[in-house]
């Protein structure tokens, strides 16, 4: 792989994770674990926050793997 696709997919990857982290931590603060009020919305954040730690991982995975023959 190129080494520029390689820092632009490591960057995508920092990026991808950042934004989902801090969009499950911005909605879960907003409306908590309340889980009488507004499950929906809990159940939202919590899935940032799970993909969060799978999309940016395996975006960094796929950027680092060396490149094909």
């Not at 499950?39 to 991982?57: D, E, N, Q, R, W």
Request: aromatic residues 14%.
């Amino acid at each position: 792989m190129n080494h520029n696709y390689a820092t632009l997919g490591t960057i995508c990857a920092v990026f991808a994770f950042v934004l989902c982290l801090a969009g499950g931590v911005w909605i879960l603060s907003e409306v908590g674990f309340d889980h009488d009020e507004d499950a929906l919305s809990t159940a939202i954040g919590l899935y940032f926050l799970g993909k969060a730690f799978f999309v940016g991982p395996m975006l960094l995975i796929a950027a680092r793997q060396p490149k094909e023959r």
